[in-house]
């Protein structure tokens, strides 16, 4: 084949492909537009198109799922959620996209279980590691839940959320000597956090400190 016969089938393949990857980018573009405009009808028509363009499947699943989450499609949203995870078996945003569908329905057990199946994939996930943490405390299974505190707390130890629910669990158990310096902290860092000077009571029963 002469030379110049293969620059231009080179030359028509490369446009071909830069065509397919601009209607692939404006397909994904009008999504966003879409949905910032609270379209979310436009907004998945457009990731369809996306998809059938030629777009990458596990990002056309994880959006299909946001939108039929934002849309209170919940059965269809845990569908697109549930195809992503499959698609890229690492990634944590199907699971953290679960427990938000399955939060917005209050489904408790659903909630913890998406949450442990993304733990499972990252043991320092720490919003996976609270939210799990609070369902099991809520179910008064104290020892789990502190195991999930403590971790949610050693990767943030300046945060009073998980010192609180951590000291709690403590508390719960009748583990009070462990509980001081958690609450010990929480009254430097927090002291009018919800239940913190209850918690302190507690641990160090006696005059309250001068405020």
């Given amino acids: 084949m002469k030379p110049h016969i293969l620059l231009a089938l080179a030359f028509i393949t490369t446009a071909n492909a830069a065509d397919k990857l601009s209607a692939i980018s404006e397909a994904w573009q009008k999504s966003i537009t879409a949905e910032t405009s609270g379209d979310y009808n436009a907004a998945m028509a457009s990731v369809l198109e996306f998809k059938s363009a030629g777009g990458e499947t596990y990002l056309a699943s994880v959006r299909a799922g946001w939108l039929s989450y934002l849309a209170k499609e919940y059965e269809k949203a845990i569908l697109f959620y549930t195809t992503a995870a499959k698609q890229e078996p690492r990634a944590m945003t199907p699971y953290l996209g679960m427990v938000a569908v399955y939060q917005a329905q209050s489904k408790t057990e659903d909630v913890l279980r998406a949450a442990r199946a993304g733990i499972a994939l990252d043991q320092f996930n720490r919003p996976l590691l609270l939210i799990a943490g609070e369902i099991l405390y809520n179910q008064k299974d104290y020892r789990k839940a502190e195991t999930y505190f403590e971790r949610a707390h050693k990767l943030q130890p300046e945060d009073p959320i998980a010192l609180s629910w951590l000291g ?37 029963p006696g005059p309250p400190p001068r405020r």
């Avoid at 929480?186 to 009571?201: A, Y």
């Fill in 168 to 204: 709690w669990s403590q508390i719960m158990q009748n583990q009070v000597k462990l509980a001081v310096p958690m609450f010990a902290k929480l009254m430097q860092i927090n002291p009018d956090g919800l239940f913190v000077s209850d918690g302190f009571m507690i641990t160090h």
